[in-house]
Structures are given as structure tokens and as C-alpha cells.
């Protein structure tokens, strides 16, 4: 596991929480931690998961390290493993959890959108799709789950234009499902996963192949187009 990463229990829900005391920049490590953690998780027992930033801040996208470094096929990897990671969320076998604990950008956005539940702490943070303000295009499997999650308008505004939004405003946008008090975002995020993990689970896993399968199938041969020329 990433050494930014913490993990303690709640009842049957695992809580995991990303703090590299800077922007959590999803590098290499960190997306592997987090879906080794989702793994043990359901190997263990948990019935759901909540993954949750430190304060004032959810991710600020992918490791600028690497995505400045000018090494073409460290940054294609790195990028077509956070789809993995965002597709890993989306077709997880139990209920994923957000506790938005801040700002959540371009990558920090995605993981939101591979979530069930998104739970956002109020305040002035920014949420949303930057990449075309700073010059870069979404890989397709990024344009795919934005699709999938976002509405249609919103859609739009969020791929091709690069608006941000505040925490309320990311409700109506599809990046959140409700806003709290930034000192309840994480209890509110583990009743909801409590909620979910309720539910029968046995059904849950055949809800996420039937309805998810088409998309995850979509995400999967993308990630691995963008890879292939570096394979």
C-alpha cells in the first residue's frame, strides 16, 4: 500500500483516506494502493468502501511529475492506469463511497464519477474537468464515464468547455449527490456506505455486470488502446 494511504474500519465498511499532505496527485503507488485496498476489502468482508481526501482537498488529478516529465509512455501508463483505477471503481463487486473532502480536478474528478454515492464537504473548493483549460485531451475512457454519469448539458460544459464548479453547483452538475458541513462529510459518507452495504449484495454484483458491463467493457478496450503503443 502507498504510504499516503490510511485504512480503519467502520462496522463492515472499510474507510480509506488519501493524504500526501500536498494535492493527493494520483502517482503510480497511490493508484495501486487504492485498488489493492478496494481488493482486500471485498476479500475481507467489508460490504462497502469510502474514499475519502484530507482536508481541503479530495485530488488534484494525476502525479504533475510525471505528466510534466516529457517521458510519453510514463505518462500514457500513468493515465491508463487511473482509467483502470476508475474502472475498477465503477465495476467494484460492493458499494464505493466518496467522502469529497475538497477540491477534486481532472483526474480527482474522474475518481468521483467511478463512485456510487459522492458525498461533499461545503466550502471553497473547485470540482470539475480542467484539461482543456491547460491544454490537454480527455483519453476515451474518460469522455466514456463522463457520459455515463454526467448529464447531458452538463456534459458538455464539463469536457469541452473546462468549467469548474463550487460543491453545490457540482451537485446539479453530476460530480456530487449532496453537501454537508466539511466536519460531517465522513460520517455522512459511512452512513451512506452502511446504506448501500445493506443491500443484498448477491444482486448488487449482478445490477453492476448487467448495467455497468457495456461501459466497463467500453473503458477496458480503450485503456488498453491508449496502451498498446507503448506495450
Not at 465495476?91 to 474528478?109: E, K, L
Request: glycine share 12%; with cysteine; net charge negative.
Amino acid at each position: 500500500m502507498s504510504e499516503h494511504l490510511t485504512t480503519t474500519q467502520r462496522g463492515s465498511t472499510t474507510i480509506v483516506t488519501i493524504d500526501d499532505g500536498k494535492a493527493n496527485a494520483l502517482s503510480g503507488a497511490l493508484i495501486t494502493g487504492l485498488t489493492g485496498t478496494i481488493d482486500t476489502a471485498v476479500s475481507d468482508g467489508s460490504t462497502a468502501v469510502v474514499i475519502a481526501g484530507r482536508p481541503g482537498v479530495f485530488s488534484g488529478g494525476f502525479d504533475l511529475g510525471v505528466m510534466r516529465s516529457g517521458d510519453a509512455a510514463a505518462v500514457v501508463n500513468l493515465v491508463a492506469d487511473g482509467g483502470d483505477l476508475v474502472r475498477h471503481l465503477f465495476g467494484a463487486p460492493i458499494p464505493i463511497v466518496a467522502a469529497c473532502t475538497g477540491h477534486a480536478v481532472a483526474a480527482g474528478a474522474l475518481l468521483l464519477l467511478g463512485c456510487d454515492v459522492r458525498v461533499g464537504a461545503d466550502g471553497p473548493y473547485r470540482l470539475g474537468l480542467n484539461e482543456v483549460s491547460i491544454g490537454m485531451v480527455l483519453p476515451d475512457w474518460a469522455v466514456t464515464i463522463a457520459a455515463e454519469r454526467l448529464p447531458r448539458p452538463a456534459y458538455q460544459r464539463s469536457v469541452f468547455n473546462a468549467r469548474l464548479t463550487g460543491p453545490r453547483d457540482a451537485v446539479s452538475v453530476g460530480f456530487l449527490d449532496q453537501v454537508v458541513a466539511p466536519d460531517e462529510v465522513l460520517d455522512v459518507a459511512v452512513e451512506e456506505a452502511e446504506t448501500l452495504g445493506s443491500l443484498e449484495l448477491g444482486a448488487y454484483r449482478g445490477s453492476v455486470d448487467r448495467f455497468r458491463g457495456p461501459v466497463l467493457g467500453r473503458m477496458a478496450e480503450q485503456i488498453a488502446a491508449d496502451r498498446a503503443p507503448f506495450a
